[in-house]
């Protein structure tokens, strides 16, 4: 931890709300060279650092969103090779989730309402001296380019403000003086709330071109980037002095035009003014979520060379992959992939483009499985985590919808009642910590989490109606099942108390295996009566003797599968009534929410294979597919967003990138492709793949903490299956092979075949 001895300073002046600050030192003499040389450096809202000129890392956005009441973070960067005997330390700042807008109230600065930037530069000479630099009132602040900058409305940037100098900036060379410049002052900043990143940062991932340039119907210019992402335009451009460019973002089009209705009151707008001079724009202080641009006001021929899409996220290191000989369930994957990438953009949240963009709890409570294998988001996720701890010590125990909770300040939707625990969404503090012991093998997290694990369970088990079931109070339920009106998701077809006391059931079986890893054997005790009282309560109120569960809907079927809540006897007579369902829909997708993570598990496990891929490989609406025969390159958040004419859907909440429904290809991981962990963090792993459908091959691999996995099959017509399977030293793997005994294989590559 830092020793703080800096002064967190604020600009007399707000300059647009995106303030430039310096400060100038010289080297301390006599004491040899330079051995190492470390900046720490945190802002009330977003910063970007330079020393002597130059980035002192490839971070944007930092230090991102946390719930800063109780946690403001920050980041260190060895900057040993920057120091020059006379140096000039910079910050820019910009508004980010401390000041912008937040949340569909149309509000923003809700943790307050002046920027301010704490830095800290540690110089460690030869002979062990130690030279300090920091932020403090000696500090100057000026004007930048950015003429405003909001995360949702988008950033203004004035390059005459600039003229060339933006390359080689004067404001950072030794010497510079204005009068354009300002004092600073001591800023108001709980030293308590810092602490250091645990997830990584925010940086530039990949760039691409446009595809096609054109004018809409309407006389518009419209690009397309080929791919829905989440960052910004790059533009290169040359015009006269004071010419506008503007850029409007969206994720799809509409009748042909820009299709900008599911922002709602997002701007989603970048403004660019012209010097006169060869202009190089890019908006770091805000983001958007597109595949289309809509280009006003370009001086010339707009051409693919003058406009470049960053991609940015978190930066996670990607460890699982999956293909297959069916290219649309490939094209699902990538959208899957793509969806993780743009949402998990420091906080897991819901969207990336509209006034929204918030870390809903439910969202990644069902999808935590797919995201810890397809990237290595353990940090990012445990980060996240120490808010949920902190958001729910705040409010007695209970999870907030969304964390950070900004919507604690914000006036509630009508249809949403006081904040209480929610199934599913409050689950999240038990179901990814779990998720990331499964994936990682990593007690610590569940030792970190235990607290905030158990804090949930004791609040729910304290709103559980006389008969043990939760089924009073608000609940989201089975969230944007597709039968529900688009004007009220939450009107699903399963009752609301079958997937809350299901839900129940779950955490308390993972918090008596919890307790008992962490060797609290009262706890595990007590967790243990809890799951065993649920699971008679939810028997006795909910499920007949023919394996009809209450509502009937695929929803209460997968869930009471799929969390064991039902006899063996039971268990089969409920699969055959979900394969029913599925089949009397068409093999249509029913669920939402709740459902969807698990419907393929519960048909796979009780022997309906066929209709799992059935329902996998639909491609009507709704479906998996549908959206990709539509041309999705990432998850949308209904399985309806665009309809089959073209349109979007008339919902107010209709998000082209969501990633929850997406929460299918962790039984593509484990079924088709056929890696599964037998025990946490493929120290042992199932190798088990199930063919089914009209796929000829898959191939999977999986980077661990004990090395790559590797699986892949094929079969041709009748012959034999052919099973490749390549191990890292030291792990054990149990195969499944089709109608044959199980095997136990060890490190290597192993190639097996069977009919």
């Known amino acids: 931890m830092v020793q703080w001895s800096a002064t967190p300073i604020s600009p007399d002046d707000d300059f647009d709300g995106a303030p430039l600050l310096r400060g100038e030192f010289v080297l301390d003499e006599g004491h040899g060279p330079v051995v190492r040389a470390t900046l720490h450096a945190t802002?009330?809202?977003?910063?970007?650092?330079?020393?002597?000129?130059?980035?002192?890392s490839e971070d944007v956005l930092s230090p991102g969103w946390s719930s800063y009441e109780w946690r403001l973070r920050y980041r260190s960067y060895d900057v040993t090779s920057l120091i020059q005997p006379m140096s000039v330390l910079g910050m820019a700042l910009g508004n980010g989730w401390f000041r912008g807008r937040l949340g569909w109230s149309g509000n923003g600065a809700f943790y307050g309402n002046e920027l301010a930037a704490l830095a800290q530069?540690?110089?460690?000479?030869?002979?062990?001296?130690?030279?300090?630099?920091?932020?403090?009132?000696?500090?100057?602040?000026?004007?930048?380019?950015?003429?405003?900058?909001?995360?949702?409305?988008?950033?203004?940037?004035?390059?005459?403000?600039?003229?060339?100098?933006?390359?080689?900036?004067?404001?950072?060379?030794?010497?510079?003086?204005?009068?354009?410049?300002?004092?600073?002052?001591?800023?108001?900043?709980?030293?308590?709330?810092?602490?250091?990143?645990?997830?990584?940062?925010?940086?530039?991932?990949?760039?691409?071109?446009?595809?096609?340039?054109?004018t809409s119907p309407a006389g518009k210019t419209l690009v397309d980037f080929g791919q829905n992402l989440v960052g910004w335009v790059r533009l290169e451009v040359r015009g006269p002095a004071g010419t506008i460019v503007t850029v409007r973002h969206a994720e799809v089009l509409e009748h042909e035009e820009l299709g900008t209705r599911p922002l709602r009151t997002a701007k989603a707008t970048d403004r660019f003014i012209l010097s006169a001079g060869d202009d190089v724009f890019e908006p770091t202080f805000t983001f958007?979520?597109?595949?289309?641009?809509?280009?006003?006001?370009?001086?010339?021929?707009?051409?693919?060379?003058?406009?470049?899409?960053?991609?940015?996220?978190?930066?996670?290191?990607?460890?699982?992959?999956f293909e297959c000989s069916d290219e649309l369930l490939n094209q699902?994957?990538?959208?899957?992939?793509?969806?993780?990438?743009?949402?998990?953009?420091?906080?897991?949240?819901?969207?990336?483009?509209?006034?929204?963009?918030?870390?809903?709890?439910?969202?990644?409570a069902v999808?935590?499985?797919?995201?810890?294998?397809?990237?290595?988001?353990?940090?990012?996720?445990?980060?996240?985590?120490?808010?949920?701890?902190?958001?729910?010590?705040g409010a007695d125990g209970m999870v907030p919808f969304v964390v950070p909770d900004v919507l604690k300040y914000v006036e509630h939707p009508s249809q949403f009642p006081a904040p209480e625990s929610t199934a599913i969404w409050s689950d999240a503090a038990v179901w990814v910590p779990w998720a990331l012991w499964q994936a990682y093998g990593n007690l610590q997290v569940l030792s970190d989490q235990y607290?905030?694990?158990?804090?949930?369970?004791?609040?729910?088990?304290?709103?559980?109606?006389?008969?043990?079931?939760?089924?009073?109070?608000?609940?989201?339920?089975?969230?944007?099942?597709?039968?529900?009106?688009?004007?009220?998701p939450f009107l699903a077809k399963a009752d609301n108390g079958v997937v809350a006391t299901a839900c129940l059931y779950r955490d308390a079986r993972i918090l008596t295996e919890v307790a008992d890893l962490l060797r609290y054997r009262d706890d595990a005790a007590h967790f243990a009566e809890l799951a065993?009282?649920?699971?008679?309560?939810?028997?006795?109120?909910?499920?007949?003797?023919?394996?009809?569960?209450?509502?009937?809907?695929?929803?209460?079927?997968?869930?009471?599968?799929?969390?064991?809540?039902?006899?063996?006897?039971?268990?089969?007579?409920?699969?055959?009534?979900?394969?029913?369902?599925?089949?009397?829909?068409?093999?249509?997708?029913?669920?939402?929410?709740?459902?969807?993570?698990?419907?393929?598990d519960a048909l796979t496990a009780?022997?309906?294979?066929d209709d799992a891929y059935r329902l996998l490989l639909q491609r009507d609406c709704p479906s998996w597919l549908y959206p990709v025969n539509m041309g999705a390159t990432t998850i949308w958040e209904r399985w309806d967003s665009m309809l089959p004419d073209g349109t979007i859907n008339p919902g107010q909440m209709t998000s082209f990138n969501h990633y929850a429904l997406g929460a299918v290809a962790d039984w593509l991981h484990r079924t088709v492709g056929g890696i599964a962990p037998l025990e946490p963090g493929y120290s042992r792993v199932l190798i088990a793949p199930h063919p089914g459908g009209d796929i000829d091959w898959a191939r999977s691999t999986l980077e661990t903490r004990h090395g790559t996995i590797s699986v892949s099959w094929s079969r041709r017509d009748a012959g034999p299956i052919e099973l490749d399977v390549t191990l890292p030293e030291g792990v054990t793997a149990e195969v499944e092979l089709w109608g044959s005994d199980v095997h136990e294989l060890g490190g290597g590559r192993h190639v097996l075949s069977a009919t």
């Open 606 to 609: 009780t022997g309906h294979l």
């Open 532 to 600: 065993e009282r649920t699971r008679i309560a939810f028997n006795h109120h909910y499920v007949r003797g023919d394996g009809a569960i209450h509502s009937d809907a695929q929803t209460v079927y997968a869930l009471a599968i799929v969390f064991g809540l039902l006899d063996d006897e039971i268990t089969q007579l409920s699969g055959e009534r979900l394969a029913e369902l599925v089949a009397e829909s068409g093999y249509h997708i029913a669920t939402g929410f709740a459902g969807t993570p698990h419907v393929l």
């Open 288 to 321: 958007h979520g597109f595949r289309y641009v809509e280009v006003e006001g370009w001086p010339s021929e707009l051409t693919a060379d003058a406009l470049t899409a960053v991609v940015v996220s978190s930066d996670l290191t990607r460890l699982g992959r």
């Open 367 to 393: 999808f935590a499985p797919t995201a810890a294998y397809l990237f290595d988001v353990e940090d990012f996720l445990r980060d996240w985590l120490v808010d949920v701890a902190a958001e729910q010590a």
């Open 451 to 488: 607290d905030s694990m158990t804090a949930h369970v004791r609040r729910v088990e304290s709103l559980l109606s006389p008969n043990g079931l939760w089924d009073i109070g608000f609940q989201f339920g089975d969230w944007l099942d597709p039968t529900a009106p688009p004007d009220k």
């Open 43 to 56: 802002a009330q809202g977003v910063f970007e650092a330079f020393l002597n000129g130059h980035p002192v």
């Open 121 to 214: 530069l540690e110089i460690e000479f030869s002979d062990g001296h130690l030279q300090t630099i920091v932020t403090n009132q000696s500090w100057r602040a000026g004007p930048s380019a950015v003429v405003s900058n909001d995360l949702y409305d988008g950033q203004t940037i004035d390059a005459r403000r600039q003229s060339d100098a933006w390359l080689q900036p004067a404001w950072l060379q030794p010497g510079f003086s204005s009068q354009d410049w300002t004092g600073v002052h001591a800023a108001g900043l709980d030293f308590a709330t810092l602490t250091p990143y645990l997830g990584p940062a925010a940086r530039r991932q990949e760039e691409l071109r446009p595809l096609k340039i054109w």
């Open 332 to 364: 699902l994957h990538r959208n899957v992939v793509w969806g993780t990438r743009g949402n998990f953009l420091d906080v897991p949240t819901d969207c990336p483009q509209r006034d929204e963009r918030l870390g809903w709890t439910g969202d990644i």
